[in-house]
């Protein structure tokens, strides 16, 4: 098989993970999968917390298909690497660079980081799991889309520490 084919493969592996993963964090982790993702949702001190058995279910999966792709079954191996791919991109960004879980700090000061970064933190600034907004992790729609719907759900409880005004989304 053409290195091509396994290359664009694993490119638009990663680009559905998004999607998945988008789709997984609203309708799994803040519904019935909130026992392990409301870890997440609380402040920490650092190391492991519940949340990161999503990672490691993940993970698991990537790896089984790997397996089976090198015992034969075409492109299982190549999915699970677009897979595990995703999975370090979401640790460099989502965890290192946005929940800062690292040891060293970096605060994106414009451009698309920041707007993911800002993205989260407008996540996190509703208390619970209902009333959220951007549920990705690597893509975030325009800050001033979710500022509006977070000023339409007021009615909900606001996490000021995570809580953005409008001048950090310039």
Same mark, same amino acid.
């Given at each position: 098989?053409?290195?091509?084919?396994?290359? $664009?493969?694993?490119?638009? +592996?990663?680009?559905?993970?998004?999607?998945?993963? +988008?789709? &997984?964090?609203?309708?799994?982790?803040? +519904?019935?999968?909130?026992?392990?993702?409301?870890?997440?949702?609380?402040?920490?001190?650092?190391? !492991?917390?519940?949340?990161?058995?999503?990672? #490691?279910?993940?993970?698991?999966?990537?790896?089984?298909?790997?397996?089976?792709?090198?015992?034969?079954?075409?492109?299982?191996?190549?999915?699970?690497?677009?897979?595990?791919?995703?999975? $370090?991109?979401? =640790?460099?960004?989502?965890?290192? !660079? #946005?929940?800062?879980?690292?040891? =060293?700090?970096?605060?994106?000061?414009?451009?698309?980081?920041?707007? !993911?970064?800002?993205?989260?933190?407008?996540?996190?600034?509703?208390?619970?799991?209902?009333?959220? #907004?951007? =549920?990705?992790?690597?893509?975030?729609?325009? !800050?001033?889309?979710? %500022?509006?719907?977070?000023?339409?759900?007021?009615?909900?409880?606001?996490? %000021?520490?995570?809580?953005?005004?409008?001048?950090?989304? &310039?």
């Amino acid at each position: 098989m053409p290195s091509f084919y396994a290359a $664009a493969i694993v490119v638009v +592996t990663i680009i559905l993970m998004e999607v998945v993963a +988008t789709l &997984v964090h609203k309708y799994i982790m803040h +519904t019935w999968g909130w026992g392990w993702h409301h870890s997440h949702h609380l402040p920490h001190g650092g190391g !492991l917390e519940l949340n990161d058995l999503y990672a #490691v279910v993940f993970a698991l999966l990537a790896i089984a298909l790997i397996y089976l792709g090198s015992l034969g079954y075409w492109p299982l191996q190549w999915i699970g690497a677009g897979m595990t791919a995703y999975g $370090a991109l979401y =640790f460099m960004v989502h965890d290192g !660079l #946005v929940h800062q879980r690292w040891p =060293f700090r970096s605060i994106p000061r414009r451009g698309y980081l920041k707007r !993911l970064y800002m993205a989260h933190r407008l996540h996190h600034a509703v208390r619970g799991r209902q009333g959220c #907004v951007s =549920f990705g992790f690597l893509y975030a729609p325009p !800050l001033s889309q979710l %500022q509006q719907a977070l000023r339409q759900r007021q009615d909900r409880p606001v996490n %000021q520490d995570a809580a953005i005004n409008d001048q950090d989304a &310039v």
